[in-house]
């Protein structure tokens, strides 16, 4: 299998801040159009980067609630609640061989991966179909619980193309242009459960297929982008366990996940609303130099 490519990190906002965003949005980046999804709940507008990675902004339409109800994504909170890895389209997805190395390394975790299964949305700037496969996470059934465990957000999904890549992720000048100057994903942090770092690691290393470097004592696993940019460093993935009051509450209220993510600025980047980070719905977003 190929070396895993961080696809993009899924943000859920409010439905009006897609159609009025706040000025943590507007100040920072430039948003491409997006979508309405094939199941006719969610709608979606992108954060698109020069190494190809994005952010995307998603929101159940009109916050209806009843179109959470049975939704993977219907109990989360605002803010990061899940993240996408994808291989290169030239190569076929290892299905077999992903499930195979979880269940070696780390099958105390009670991990699986479901089938691919295929979706797609609607483009609302030119009512375009755009379709891909994606592999998620089983849910997890427990006992006592009234219902399956999610494991989303936890874990990664895999996301693969159907219809041209650039249909889903429009690469070009126009969209990746920031105020800030953002050029792509530096590095993001899973938080999770005390005394669990090392299983996490091993968890995330199989499904990534990929090993851990170890970096000033503190370990991490690389990922690579789907555009390499020349003098861009590749993307990192920390796991680390909550040492502030702050992130103890964080992972009691959403559970194993990203609680954090640093972009990478340009050159000449600048941070629109003035400081070098984002506290904002349940995220924190950092701002690096080259």
């Not at 170890?214 to 460093?233: C, H, I």
């Amino acid at each position: 299998m190929a070396p895993a490519q961080i696809d993009h990190v899924v943000i859920l906002v409010p439905y009006a801040d897609l159609h009025n965003p706040p000025s943590w949005i507007t100040s920072n980046f430039t948003l491409t159009p997006g979508g309405r999804h094939s199941d006719g709940r969610t709608e979606n507008k992108l954060i698109i980067f020069e190494d190809g990675t994005y952010l995307e902004l998603i929101a159940f339409i009109n916050d209806n609630p009843s179109l959470r109800r049975g939704h993977f994504w219907g109990d989360k909170m605002y803010g990061f609640i899940d993240f996408a890895l994808t291989t290169n389209p030239k190569d076929t997805f290892d299905y077999a061989g992903l499930r195979g190395r979880i269940h070696h390394k780390s099958g105390r975790l009670g991990i699986d991966y479901d089938t691919p299964a295929e979706g797609g949305r609607k483009r609302g700037q030119d009512g375009k179909e755009v379709r891909w496969k994606v592999t998620f996470p089983k849910s997890e059934a427990q006992v006592d619980a009234p219902r399956s465990v999610s494991r989303r957000g936890e874990i990664p999904f895999w996301c693969h193309d159907i219809t041209p890549r650039d249909l889903r992720v429009e690469v070009t000048r126009e969209n990746t242009t920031h105020p800030s100057g953002v050029k792509g994903i530096a590095q993001f942090t899973i938080l999770v459960p005390d005394g669990q770092e090392s299983a996490y690691l091993d968890l995330y290393s199989s499904i990534m297929d990929s090993s851990p470097v170890q970096v000033f004592g503190t370990a991490r696993l690389p990922l690579e982008t789907p555009v390499s940019v020349p003098g861009l460093v590749k993307p990192w993935l920390f796991v680390e366990s909550p040492t502030l009051d702050i992130e103890r509450q964080r992972l009691c209220d959403r559970g194993p996940g990203i609680v954090e993510i640093a972009l990478r600025l340009g050159i000449e980047g600048h941070v629109g609303v003035g400081r070098n980070s984002i506290d904002e719905k349940g995220m924190w977003i950092h701002f690096l130099n080259v």
